[in-house]
C-alpha cells in the first residue's frame, strides 16, 4: 500500500511532469527521456511517479534539474509533522500552487483575498 508521503512525491512529481509536457506513459517516450537523463529505468521512473517507489534525496535533486524545478517542490509538505492529509487533498493543493503560478499579480491578490474572505466565514 502507498504511503501518504510516497504519494505527495508521486504527486508532486506527476505536476512537475505536466508542467514540463511530459507524459505520464511509459508509451510516450516521456519517461524513458527523463529516465535517461538521471540514469534510472523507465520502469524505476514509473514507480516514482506512482508512489510505489521512493526516491533517495540525490534522485530527486536529479529529477528536480531534469524537470527544470527545484527538488524542494518534489518534497513540499511531505513528513510534516502532525499533517495527515487525504490525496484528494494533496491533489487540490498542488493544483492551486500551480494555479497561482501562472496568475498576474493583481489575479493573485484577489485570489488571496478571496481565501481570506473563506477563512473568515469559516468554510
Known amino acids: 500500500m502507498t504511503s501518504l508521503r510516497e504519494r505527495r512525491i508521486a504527486l ?3 505536476r512537475a511532469n505536466k508542467a514540463e509536457g511530459y507524459a ?3 508509451r510516450s517516450g516521456a519517461i524513458p527521456e527523463l529516465g535517461a537523463q538521471i540514469g534510472w529505468t523507465p520502469e524505476s521512473v514509473s514507480n516514482i511517479e506512482r508512489g510505489l517507489q521512493l526516491p533517495s534525496i540525490e534522485t ?3 529529477l528536480g534539474q531534469a524537470l527544470g524545478i527545484p527538488a524542494s517542490e518534489l518534497l513540499e509538505g511531505v513528513g510534516a509533522p502532525g499533517i ?3 490525496p484528494r487533498r494533496l491533489e487540490l493543493e498542488l493544483r492551486l500552487r500551480d494555479i497561482t ?4 499579480d493583481r489575479a493573485l491578490a484577489v485570489a488571496v483575498a478571496q481565501v481570506d474572505v ?3 466565514e469559516g468554510i
Open 12 to 14: 508532486s512529481h506527476q
Open 60 to 62: 530527486l535533486v536529479e
Open 24 to 26: 505520464s506513459s511509459i
Open 101 to 104: 503560478r501562472t496568475l498576474s
Open 84 to 86: 495527515q492529509h487525504s
Open 118 to 120: 473563506l477563512l473568515q
